[in-house]
């Protein structure tokens, strides 16, 4: 299998969270598609958590897009700075969620791996 980097793995992240999404939230979605979008999410409720829950998956995958290019030019800053907040907004994440599912685990990992393969030569992109 050949090696997935972190910022492969946080644009996997990124996909998964838009399939989880339209799974979890497909009857809210669904209402908003048939209100045309404009002026369909309200404030708070289903419908506003099914859209925040679908607005991270394109976030996290151009993140993901972003930091393989860091890794495949060697950009070591970029590396280490996206390192720093996925671990941190993946912790707190994890934190504020407590003991329910949630994949903020997995942002933690991913960042927590940029750290430690950031500028070595074996966290290039596999393209």
């Known amino acids: 299998m050949p090696f997935r980097s972190p910022g492969w793995w946080l644009e996997f992240l990124g996909v998964a969270h838009a399939g989880v999404g339209i799974v979890r939230y497909r009857d809210a979605l669904g209402d908003i ?3 045309k979008l404009l002026d369909s999410v309200p404030g708070s409720g289903d419908k506003a958590t099914a859209f925040w829950f679908m607005a991270a998956a394109p976030t996290l995958w151009v993140g993901g897009r972003l930091l393989r290019s860091a890794e495949s030019t060697g950009d070591v ?3 280490r700075t996206a390192g ?4 941190a907004v993946g912790l707190m994440g994890s934190a504020a969620i ?5 994949g903020f685990w997995g942002v933690a990992a991913v ?3 940029t750290l430690a393969g950031a500028g070595r030569s074996g966290c290039r992109s596999a393209t």
């Open 84 to 87: 720093v907040v996925l671990t």
């Open 77 to 79: 800053d970029a590396q």
């Open 33 to 35: 598609a048939r209100h």
């Open 111 to 113: 960042g927590i791996a």
């Open 98 to 102: 407590g003991r329910r599912p949630s």
